[in-house]
């Protein structure tokens, strides 16, 4: 049981390491361990695009929708859109 709460899942897939960081840096302002892979394929210049995926634990997933989703809204308040980033 406990190798299936701390096995890492994908929360979310972003275009850059920047916005990878900042949600990183977001979920563990929060209590929430995370981390970005994927950096070196997004920072690769070439006609395929890549992406930088945000890892939580399996634990922590459902806490770390929610905190998303308090991210995007607080980004898009910020932005003055009152829409969804």
């Given at each position: 049981?406990?190798?299936?709460?701390?096995?890492?899942?994908?929360?979310?897939?972003v275009?850059?390491?920047?916005?990878?960081d900042?949600i990183?840096?977001?979920?563990?302002d929060?209590?929430?361990?995370?981390?970005?892979?994927?950096?070196?394929?997004?920072?690769?210049?070439?006609?395929v695009?890549?992406?930088?995926?945000?890892?939580?634990?399996?634990?922590?997933l459902?806490?770390?929708?929610?905190?998303?989703?308090?991210?995007?809204?607080?980004?898009?308040?910020?932005?003055?859109t009152?829409e969804?980033?």
């Open positions: 049981m406990s190798e299936e709460l701390d096995r890492l899942e994908v929360l979310t897939r275009r850059t390491e920047v916005e990878a900042l990183v840096r977001s979920l563990q929060r209590g929430i361990a995370a981390k970005a892979v994927g950096e070196f394929t997004a920072a690769f210049r070439a006609e695009p890549g992406d930088v995926s945000v890892l939580v634990r399996h634990a922590d459902a806490r770390a929708e929610a905190a998303l989703a308090e991210i995007h809204q607080d980004r898009a308040s910020e932005q003055g009152g969804d980033v």
